[in-house]
């Protein structure tokens, strides 16, 4: 079940269109006339038959085209956005802006919303759009203090983004990150609002109430499939890499471990498992069809909640160390291989850190020694590769650069700093580069001045 509330750690005119069409066959024919015999009058001579007039051609008129689209886009550039951005959901971003626009308590962050739409147009087939409208045009946003370590929070029963005006001035700079992750969380929490199933028995999805309908015996082999943290946050912190920041700043572990369930199981799974009101579900349903028993994907589940939110959530009784979850993922999945897939291999060495140990805890300690950051000195070899090619030398704030999928590409992305080459002013935002594992070589790079979106946007 979903979190009441969920905070990001310091370390974002589809009417329903039920329209109905009733076509009656038209009524056609009429009874042929019955007369009795009847006195036959003699007729005039027929007239002298003369030719048929030529019939004048008539112009086809031509087929009026659909002004949905057009309006979108043109509404869309103003906001920023390219009719890619609408992802093809027209009428959907025409009833976003106009409830946008017409919810006053967005303030200053009424323009931000529009960044949050390709993700509210990919989370449409999931989406109850009724509720969903219905939530944004009562979302509000708090500046406010919060506690030390929260930079921001979304309190869904409030339906209200909390946003920490006591954040140190070098940290000032991730405020738009911190926004948009905070918005992930009300795309989450509010696609639909129906109860979700939260029990998997033998393939099938159960809610509570239909899990109480069974016999005992069965209530106890089904499997509970509680709302899980790694999605929570990290689907939040992970959504915010791939549709707008170009990397990550918290949640670092189960963010990466979804880029690794992205990379086995697609993009349509990743949007199901973050999305959909039965996450918990289908995080259990990856598990079970990689064998997992009942007792190992609690141990799973809980670990992953464990490296999510330490605070919150104690050390599991079995601790699985997550790079053999994303092994067993991959070879229920996509079978052998793996130890040869090098961006695979790099979502593994990335969950490890630089010089980090936790991998001796994996069953494939030996294979993963040779493979990982053991030493900076091998770290910085990689890094030497990444960054070779660029016109400036970045500082990255979080090491190592942080694995997401867009576009079908696993991208390498990092909060950093650099001085512009052109200007010599120093720049603080993101660095998002598309890294070839096999040829060892950067195929292109793109980069993000926070200190420009934040002026921009809420200055």
């Not at 009719?83 to 919810?103: I, M, P």
């Not at 409208?133 to 929070?153: H, K, R, T, V, Y």
Request: proline share 6%; charged share 20%.
């Amino acid at each position: 079940m979903k979190r009441i509330i969920a905070a990001i750690l310091t370390t974002l005119m589809l009417l329903p269109m039920l329209s109905s069409c009733s076509n009656k066959p038209a009524e056609s024919g009429a009874d042929a006339a019955h007369t009795p015999e009847a006195t036959v009058q003699p007729t005039a001579p027929a007239a002298e038959p003369t030719e048929a007039p030529t019939p004048v051609p008539t112009d086809t008129p031509a087929p009026t085209e659909d002004p949905i689209p057009a309006a979108a886009v043109a509404l869309a550039s103003e906001h920023g956005l390219t009719e890619e951005d609408l992802h093809g959901e027209y009428e959907l971003f025409l009833r976003f802006s106009e409830t946008v626009e017409g919810n006053f308590a967005l303030g200053k962050y009424k323009e931000f919303m529009y960044l949050i739409f390709p993700v509210v147009a990919d989370a449409s087939p999931y989406m109850d759009h009724d509720h969903f409208f219905d939530m944004l045009a009562g979302l509000s946003f708090n500046e406010c203090a919060l506690e030390p370590g929260i930079a921001g929070m979304y309190t869904a029963g409030e339906n209200v983004v909390d946003i920490n005006t006591e954040i140190d001035s070098y940290d000032a700079y991730h405020v738009p990150e911190v926004v948009f992750h905070e918005l992930m969380h009300f795309v989450d929490f509010n696609v639909n609002n129906d109860a979700p199933a939260i029990y998997v028995l033998n393939g099938r999805r159960l809610s509570t109430v239909e899990l109480e309908e069974l016999p005992e015996e069965e209530r106890e082999q089904a499997v509970a499939c509680y709302e899980p943290d790694a999605v929570t946050e990290g689907g939040a912190e992970y959504f915010t890499a791939k549709y707008f920041a170009g990397a990550e700043r918290a949640y670092f572990i189960p963010a990466q471990f979804l880029a690794g369930v992205e990379y086995i199981f697609g993009e349509e799974k990743i949007k199901e498992l973050f999305f959909s009101r039965d996450s918990g579900v289908v995080l259990a349903e990856l598990f079970l069809s990689a064998g997992y028993s009942k007792e190992k994907f609690y141990n799973a589940n809980q670990t992953l909640s464990f490296l999510t939110n330490s605070a919150s959530h104690g050390e599991p009784s079995v601790y699985i160390v997550p790079e053999d979850m994303m092994i067993d993922l991959y070879e229920s999945k996509l079978g052998g291989g793996w130890q040869t897939d090098e961006g695979f291999l790099y979502i593994l060495k990335a969950m490890n850190g630089v010089a980090g140990e936790d991998y001796l805890l994996s069953e494939h300690a030996e294979f993963l020694r040779g493979v990982g950051f053991r030493s900076w000195t091998q770290y910085e070899s990689f890094t030497e590769k990444l960054y070779g090619q660029l016109p400036f030398r970045p500082e990255l704030r979080y090491l190592p650069p942080t694995p997401f999928i867009r576009g079908g590409r696993l991208m390498l992305g990092a909060f950093a700093e650099w001085t512009d080459p052109e200007t010599h002013e120093r720049v603080r935002g993101t660095l998002t580069l598309d890294y070839d594992f096999g040829s060892e070589a950067m195929l292109g790079y793109e980069t993000i001045d926070f200190d420009a979106l934040t002026s921009r946007y809420f200055g």
